[in-house]
């Protein structure tokens, strides 16, 4: 068997794979985080790289932290918070460019929240969402599933701990597409080649404004968007937008 590892290809067109395999169920401790911290970091600064997808190998996307592992931290008060699960998903949402979050099997506790950092959720029909905190004494999620699926089904999930399964997670809103297993990879691999053909300024842009639209008022949204605007329409991609345009030909953006 293979040592535990975030598998990290960036072979494919502008789009970066992180792939987390850490049999049985995935589950994140402090040394894979560390590592999936550093792909991000490489992600972040490859600007020709314009989309991510994180998935999970075998049945289980992820399972959140490493629960032995965190006993034995508390025992010991060695955990690195710089690596912590929260930092990871920060780190996530954070990040440049918009990650589509492939969720092949169980999504539970962290593993649920690490999804919810994502950009862009889809799942297979047999994928299962548990908020699994209240279940182990912890808190997680209960800021970031209101704000996505609404109070009411939000609690449901977080004040039970029980899971749902991927056409529930649809019908909340929690996933936008639902796929057969063997299906997966490639919707999201459509879906991420399809925001890497976009102008990369304007995603790029577009992704940290929807990220605090909640946050926003009527005047602060509209700074923020007039500021962005005002860099964009003077960028040499949206000039390659409008003469492809006149052209009648598919444009070359270049991110500048």
Do not use: Y
Request: hydrophobic share 45%; glycine share 6%; charged share 25%.
């Amino acid at each position: 068997m293979s040592a535990a590892a975030v598998r990290f290809d960036k072979s494919l067109p502008n789009v970066a794979l992180l792939e987390i395999d850490a049999p049985p169920s995935n589950a994140l401790g402090q040394s894979l985080r560390r590592e999936f911290l550093s792909h991000l970091k490489e992600i972040d600064e490859d600007l020709a790289i314009r989309a991510a997808i994180i998935t999970g190998r075998g049945k289980s996307f992820c399972s959140g932290d490493d629960l032995k592992e965190r006993e034995a931290a508390r025992n010991t008060g060695e955990e690195d918070r710089a690596s912590s699960f929260p930092a990871l998903v920060d780190r996530i949402e954070t990040l440049r460019v918009p990650v589509i979050a492939a969720v092949n099997g169980w999504a539970i506790g962290g593993g649920l929240e690490l999804a919810l950092g994502c950009d862009i959720r889809i799942a297979s029909d047999d994928a299962q969402f548990t908020c699994a905190a209240v279940n182990v004494g912890l808190i997680a999620s209960a800021w970031r599933l209101p704000r996505l699926i609404g109070i009411a089904r939000a609690k449901q999930m977080l004040l039970t701990g029980s899971p749902f399964d991927a056409a529930a997670a649809e019908r909340f809103g929690l996933v936008t597409e639902v796929h057969a297993p063997d299906k997966l990879r490639d919707a999201a691999l459509t879906l991420a080649e399809r925001i890497a053909t976009r102008a990369p300024l304007s995603v790029e842009a577009t992704k940290r404004i929807a990220g605090k639209a909640l946050d926003f008022d009527a005047q602060a949204a509209a700074r923020a968007l007039g500021q962005e605007f005002e860099t964009l329409i003077k960028s040499a991609d949206h000039a390659e937008a409008l003469a492809a345009f006149r052209e009648k030909r598919p444009p070359h953006f270049r991110r500048h």
